[in-house]
């Protein structure tokens, strides 16, 4: 059931790629959602100081990775095939938290 639900917000997000609380931008500085995933991670980096902090595969063609800085700010981005990474979401109030055990079946 959790499975299928983060598949159901893996699928949201793909699907939301134009909505973003802070937009990346190109080379130009031009706002846009989209960029090179080295250009992405680099941008947050600096800009932010977030880090990677979790990582999913979606499917066959895509991952999506959630970085977060120690001030709780944090960015969902998907990064497709090809290396063209784009932000989905952002927030604050990130809050890391230790894995749960696996039941015993």
Not at 51 to 78: C, F, R
Request: charged fraction near 20%; proline fraction near 8%.
């Amino acid at each position: 059931m959790v499975r299928k639900a983060i598949r159901g917000l893996a699928l949201a997000a793909l699907l939301a790629v134009g909505v973003t609380a802070r937009p990346v931008p190109a080379v130009s500085q031009a706002p846009i959602n989209c960029a090179d995933r080295s250009e992405v991670i680099e941008f947050l980096a600096r800009q932010y100081r977030e880090k990677p902090a979790a990582t999913a595969q979606i499917n066959p063609h895509a991952i999506m990775e959630i970085y977060a800085a120690d001030n709780g700010s944090w960015t969902l981005i998907v990064t497709d095939v090809n290396g063209r990474s784009c932000v989905i979401l952002a927030g604050k109030n990130w809050e890391s938290l230790p894995a749960l055990p696996i039941p015993k079946a």
